[in-house]
């Protein structure tokens, strides 16, 4: 079965590939490997959500709509690569960089990040396991919560 056959059968709608929001492409093909931008969680043309990420205070993102948000950045980032090459060329996700806003004392990138990671796990089981980084930053674009970048594998070009 293919990636794309995969989709709806777990319930994913992959959808279009986000417009860059300044002077960029979306992804770039170099041998048998392409390279996302950093994917925001847009959702129709909007943020999701806005703000840093912390626990417990007012007016910020929550972990768990952290989480959320970087699934919906790596659907996006997933769109970029089926925009450029198809999903179903895909052999192997190789690497996972994650940003997440965060808040004061906010140290728990690695679980906003598995939001990306088990998306990932569950389309391309093996094929999915992946490097990752997970970084603490002070503001992303937007004033989004997470940006996620993705590197993958695809099939040889024929």
């Known amino acids: 079965m293919s990636w794309s056959e995969r989709l709806p059968q777990i319930g994913i709608v992959l959808p279009p590939a986000a417009k860059p929001v300044a002077n960029y492409v979306p992804a770039v093909r170099i041998g048998n490997l392409v390279y996302t931008s950093g994917q ?4 129709s043309g909007e943020l999701e959500f ?3 990420v ?3 205070a007012d007016g ?3 972990p768990d709509q952290a989480i959320s948000a970087a699934r919906q950045c790596t659907l996006n980032a997933l769109a970029a690569i089926d925009a450029l090459v198809g999903l179903d060329s895909i052999t192997r996700i190789v ?3 994650g940003f997440v806003a965060s808040g004061p004392g906010f140290c728990g990138q690695p679980q906003v ?9 569950d389309i391309f089981g093996e094929a999915g396991v992946h490097a990752r980084s997970a970084v603490g930053v002070a503001e992303l674009p937007l004033a989004s919560p997470v940006e996620v970048e993705l590197i993958v594998e695809v099939a040889p070009e024929s």
């Open 40 to 43: 925001l969680p847009f959702v």
């Open 50 to 52: 806005r703000g840093r």
């Open 54 to 56: 912390h626990e417990g």
């Open 60 to 62: 910020t993102v929550t």
């Open 95 to 97: 690497k996972v960089t």
């Open 113 to 121: 990040l598995n939001g990306a990671s088990d998306l990932l796990a």
